[in-house]
């Protein structure tokens, strides 16, 4: 079964600063999918970014950017600038290229500070 | 319709009353999933339906759990005699795409049920 792992239960950044949230995954497949979803309190869940794992290049999307390191496992999401609007749950998902079905990380919460 | 929608918000329950939870997806949309997330925790997988069929029920924690997408658009999760450990936020999701969660999902707000 596939695994994803959050290390960092909470995390907190100044407005305008840069941070970074750490996901690993354990897998002995080669196609895959991996995703960052984001959860506002009290809001409903959307996506962040999405990087398939062929695509050698690391997705971003403005502020957010991803580290990903095939070899590793690791998948690290980036937020630049960080802005208020970004307090947020923030889960790390995964789906092998053969299955229809995601797994979730625990989370990190992130509070930006003014 | 705007999003994917869930019906109701809130929901409490006597230890032993039946539920039902409804989902109404993204028009259009072929993949829906039916999530479990405890307080402080990622949505768990429960159940899956590609249209009208229900393609992996794997994570439905017992069999007082069902779902079912009739016509390939509103689904429903019904629990049968509640327990406390029931207690949770479901989440429903949607995704145009017919390789389920290999696409973007599109989540609605959640039912917090809490059985009392």
């Known amino acids: 079964a596939q695994t994803v792992t959050q290390s960092q239960p909470e995390m907190s950044v100044q407005e305008a600063e840069t941070v970074t949230l750490s996901c690993t995954y354990d897998?002995?497949?080669?196609?895959?999918?991996l995703f960052w979803y984001k959860q506002p309190p009290s809001r409903q869940m959307i996506l962040v970014i999405r990087?398939?794992?062929?695509?050698?290049q690391n997705a971003t999307e403005n502020r957010f950017s991803v580290n990903f390191q095939k070899a590793a496992k690791s998948f690290s999401l980036k937020i630049s600038d960080s802005q208020l609007g970004d307090t947020a749950m923030y889960f790390c998902?995964?789906?092998?290229?053969?299955?229809?079905?995601?797994?979730f990380g625990r989370g990190t919460s992130l509070i930006v500070h003014p | 319709g705007a999003g994917v929608s869930q019906s109701p918000r809130y929901k409490v329950a006597k230890r032993g009353q039946d539920v039902a939870l409804r989902c109404d997806p993204i028009?259009?949309?072929?993949?829906l999933f039916w999530y479990q997330q405890a307080l402080g925790q990622g949505p768990e997988f429960l159940t899956y339906?590609?249209?009208?069929?229900?393609?992996?029920k794997s994570g439905l924690p017992s069999d007082r759990f069902f779902a079912e997408r009739p016509e390939g658009s509103v689904s429903t999760l019904k629990i049968q005699r509640t327990q406390q450990e029931d207690s949770a936020v479901y989440l429903c999701?949607?995704?145009?795409?017919?390789?389920?969660?290999?696409?973007?999902?599109?989540f609605g707000p959640g039912t917090r049920l809490t059985v009392t």
């Open positions: 999701a949607s995704s145009l795409e017919s390789g389920g969660g290999r696409g973007e999902q599109y």
């Open positions: 897998t002995s497949e080669s196609n895959y999918y």
């Open positions: 990087q398939e794992a062929y695509k050698q």
């Open positions: 998902a995964f789906t092998s290229g053969g299955s229809y079905i995601p797994t």
């Open positions: 028009s259009g949309h072929v993949s």
């Open positions: 339906f590609q249209n009208e069929a229900q393609l992996d």
